[in-house]
T-cell receptor, first 112, second 115 residues
Framework: DAGVIQSPRHEVTEMGQEVTLRCKPI?????LFWYRQTMMRGLELLIY????????DSGMPEDRFSAKMPNASFSTLKIQPSEPRDSAVYFC??????????FGPGTRLTVT | AQKVTQAQTEISVVEKEDVTLDCVYE???????LFWYKQPPSGELVFLIR??????QNEISGRYSWNFQKSTSSFNFTITASQVVDSAVYFC????????????FGIGTKLQVIP
């Protein structure tokens, strides 16, 4: 299996622009997670899906953030409008049931 | 509510020393899973091990070993004869199912192995 795939790997954008991060989970996994990692706040769970349905989005910082999972093989995390404080590494992970999560390589987002 | 505590934020050891990373957890679920992940300087998060709540056997994998004790709600990770390549941030995590998965990560322990 190719593992969890994320794109882009790096994104540099200007404040106010829309940013879309993409994730392809491991085939057969029924959970998908979006995390954000910064030096100040560590690893934060933003939202997770079970069988394409959002289960808990309490970690989404504010309405500027939205996530979708239109099918079992694709998810997006969108930030609109982006702000400098959104600069972070965003990880997508997938798992089967409550077992271990497999993480993608991450997207390093820089908002200037 | 679930909680994972990694009290050691940073540890430095000299190469070839043994080091133990502590993890204490809290949960009301009777069935749960514990994990360790490694995040080397390159940034990716790598799964190391999973233990379920019904299996308290210690596990050894090469230089790595894990000690799971339900009586103290701990799942500690020991690296024997540490190497520079072990330098990373190590995360302990807890997962349980109460209908849907509940997953909680600790804040991580940064291990620096000095040559």
């Amino acid at each position: 299996d190719a593992g969890v795939i994320q794109s882009p790997r790096h994104e540099v954008t200007e404040m106010g622009q829309e940013v879309t991060l993409r994730c392809k989970p491991i085939s057969g996994h029924d959970y998908l997670f979006w995390y954000r990692q910064t030096m100040m706040r560590g690893l934060e769970l933003l939202i997770y899906f079970n069988n394409n349905v959002p289960i808990d989005d309490s970690g989404m910082p504010e309405d500027r953030f939205s996530a979708k999972m239109p099918n079992a093989s694709f998810s997006t995390l969108k930030i609109q409008p982006s702000e400098p404080r959104d600069s972070a590494v965003y990880f997508c992970a997938s798992s089967l049931y409550v077992y271990e999560q497999y993480f993608g390589p991450g997207t390093r987002l820089t908002v200037t | 509510a679930q909680k994972v505590t990694q009290a050691q934020t940073e540890i430095s050891v000299v190469e070839k020393e043994d080091v133990t990373l502590d993890c204490v957890y809290e949960t009301r679920d009777t069935t749960y899973y514990l994990f360790w992940y490694k995040q080397p300087p390159s940034g990716e998060l790598v799964f190391l091990i999973r233990r379920n709540s019904f299996d308290e056997q210690n596990e050894i994998s090469g230089r790595y070993s894990w000690n799971f004790q339900k009586s103290t709600s701990s799942f500690n990770f020991t690296i024997t004869a540490s190497q520079v390549v072990d330098s990373a941030v190590y995360f302990c995590a807890l997962s349980a199912s109460g209908g849907y998965q509940k997953v909680t990560f600790g804040i991580g322990t940064k291990l620096q192995v000095i040559p």
